[in-house]
Structures are given as C-alpha cells and as structure tokens.
C-alpha cells in the first residue's frame, strides 16, 4: 500500500493526518569511495503540513501586512533587511544570517495551484514532476531520479522515523532505512483531532487519552526546552536524527532527507508555529555543530514545505491552506544573509485568487541551481531527468 493510499483510507481525520508529527522520515544515500558526486552534501527538509512562510519571513514593510494579521503580527520579529523580519523562534539563527550561511526564498511554490490538499501538495513536492497533480504513473521522487541521473553510486544509507518512507528518495537508486525508539509528540491541534474522532468510541476513547497522558509525561523530562508561550518542546527525537545524519554525512553520504511534521495551524498559530519553528531551528544548529567547519562549509540545506498559507488569518487566530510560501535554506556551502526571489506585493489584486500569496518562482528551480553548483550536474539533466519540463532560468547564485 502507498502513503497516499494509506492516508487517503483515514479521510475521516482530514487534513491533519498528512501533517501529523507522527509522519516523520528521514532518509539517506551516498557514494561509493570514488565519490561520484564530490564533496558536498546536500540535505533536504520536507517540511510537512504548510509552513506559513509570511509569519516566519513576515514581510512587514508592506503596508497591508499588519492589517491582513493584527494577531499574528510579531513586533518583536528581527530585522533582515530592512523589509522582510525573522520570527523570534528562530532567533538563534541569526548568527548564521550575519555569517552569509541562512538564507530565505520568498514567494515560491511548485506548479500545484488551487485545490490546497496536504496528500496533493506533498506527492507533487516530492515528485517534482512540473504537473499541478499527482501522476500515478511516477513512482519515483526527484531526488531518486538524480541518483539514477548519475553512475558508480551506492546506497550509503536511508533511514525512516514513523510509519513512511520518503517519497522523495523513492524509485530505482536503492536506499536503506532505519528508525530510531518510536517516541509520541502531538501539536495541540492533532490532540484535539483525536479527542473528537473517538468521543464516543468507547472501544478507543481510554486509548487514545492515556497514549496523550503518556506523551505529557514523557514531554516532561530530558530533551526539552523552554519556548516563547511558556511551554516546552521535545528535541531529542530531532537530536537523534541529526546526530545519526551527521556521522554518515561526515562519511561517504552525499545527500540526506528529512521529514518534519506539524506545521498545519488552522488555529491557534501564534502558540503552535513557535514549536515546529524551534525543531526546525535545532536541526539545523546541530546538523552544524555536527558536521564541523569543514564538511559544514561544503553542506547546503534546503527546507521546502508543500504550499503557504493564506495572506488572511482566519477567525481562529490561524491561517489557511494557501499557495506561494518560503524555502529556507543554510549552510556554509550557501551564498546567504538575503532573501531571494521576486516579491509579488500583497495588496489584493496581487493576490493569486485575492487570497494567497502569488508565486513568483519555482521552487523546483532552487533545488536544481543548488545542485547543479555543488555537483556540476548538466542543466539538460537537471531540466529533463531530474525535474522534467523545468525552465532553470538565469542562475541566482545561491552558492559561494
């Protein structure tokens, strides 16, 4: 059975599912000892569950900014460029801005437009086929397809933490997996989920309360750290990938790829960002400290997510599915402290569909700069093998 099948066989949770924490993956390859493609190391993030790029990258020198969010507006957000501010929970990047290793591409998105599915938008991101919907035909992710694109490769590693395997890294170039101790994490709104599912379902009801109590508990101790509402969040599952990752990429692994989920905030946003924001903020200081200065500054990372969020909040205080959004990326390999892309506006008619961010990029178009800079990877194979029917356009220099 498929992911998009499995998932699709629980509709009754909806959206939720597709960005639950649960449906977490993390998956490596490498190189034979020749190292075909080099010495850098690509590491890609698949950020399940729409990540609101305008509240992460909030772009408040536009006049409408403030009025389109007057509670999520974040005045303690740090300046990047006089435009666009950072949100506070990843502050501690700042560091990396100011050492040109973080970056942001706004306004970017895939080709899929309009019917805002987390099943949809994840299958086309990992994909990466050019087609606003999922082709059933394609049964391998792009990343895969690089690997078949190039000769005297091996699979280092893949590994996966939950339930699934990375799309991305499916097909023909084989990949391993492993998975560490199953650990339970729930945002509020998956508890939330689950407690109306099985309101009345005697059979699971005590089940699913107790598996919560558990996680409350296990939230209390070691691997956690304070956040800005006050609360606490769990690190140490990512610290257990990470640390896992880095010793394989300090070896002959290439390219690893990484599922972080928990990033749908229909409600709530301000108090559930702050959380998947701190994870994704510590994957990335760790994956630092352990590659070293010198692997590190051949690494570049790239943290994708299915789709934005719309330019509104909603009446819950939380944002719904929308379409342009942000790739964040990192890395000492990186050309950073900017914020790439073209910035479409966001007053109304600059909206697509007067509700969404517009897309003013391909975010297919990042990932193959990217790698052509690091690997030398021919442009034809990028813009035929790898992401088929892809326009690269002028190079952006992303890289140093």
Request: with cysteine.
């Amino acid at each position: 059975m498929q992911r998009r099948d499995f998932l699709r066989g629980l509709g009754v949770l909806g959206c939720s599912v597709a960005a639950h924490p649960l449906m977490t993956t993390v998956t490596l390859a490498g190189s034979d000892g020749g190292r075909p493609l080099g010495d850098h190391r690509l590491v890609v993030m698949i950020l399940r569950g729409a990540m609101d790029g305008l509240d992460v990258v909030q772009p408040q020198g536009a006049a409408e900014f403030a009025s389109y969010r007057p509670q999520l507006l974040r005045p303690d957000a740090t300046d990047l460029d006089g435009f666009f501010r950072l949100h506070p929970a990843l502050g501690d990047l700042m560091p990396l801005w100011g050492a040109g290793e973080l970056g942001f591409v706004h306004a970017t998105s895939t080709p899929y437009r309009n019917k805002r599915s987390h099943f949809d938008g994840q299958d086309i991101l990992e994909a990466c086929t050019g087609l606003d919907v999922p082709d059933a035909a394609v049964r391998d992710g792009w990343l895969n397809r690089l690997l078949q694109s190039q000769s005297g490769l091996t699979s280092e590693t893949a590994y996966a933490v939950g339930i699934d395997a990375l799309p991305l890294l499916a097909g023909p170039a084989a990949v391993k997996e492993w998975a560490p101790e199953t650990r339970l994490a729930l945002t509020p709104q998956s508890r939330l989920l689950l407690e109306r599912v099985y309101h009345d379902d005697v059979l699971f009801q005590s089940a699913v309360l107790e598996a919560m109590e558990l996680a409350d508990a296990g939230n209390l101790g070691e691997g956690m750290i304070p956040n800005e509402t006050g609360g606490k969040v769990k690190l140490d599952d990512v610290d257990v990938l990470i640390d896992y990752a880095s010793a394989r990429l300090l070896q002959d692994t290439r390219i690893a790829a990484f599922s972080l989920s928990g990033w749908d905030t229909h409600k709530g946003q301000r108090e559930a960002l702050p959380k998947s924001l701190t994870r994704l903020q510590q994957a990335i200081l760790r994956l630092k400290l352990g590659l070293g200065p010198q692997v590190w500054g051949k690494t570049t990372v790239l943290a994708m997510t299915e789709f934005g969020r719309t330019a509104h909040e909603n009446g819950t205080q939380g944002t719904d599915h929308g379409t342009g959004g942000v790739m964040v990326m990192a890395g000492g390999a990186l050309r950073g402290g900017k914020v790439y892309g073209q910035w479409p506006g966001l007053a109304e008619a600059d909206l697509f569909e007067r509700r969404d961010l517009m897309p003013t990029s391909d975010v297919r178009a990042w990932a193959a700069h990217a790698m052509r800079g690091m690997y030398g990877i021919d442009r034809a194979v990028l813009e035929n093998a790898v992401f088929p029917g892809l326009q690269m356009g002028d190079d952006p220099g992303l890289l140093r």
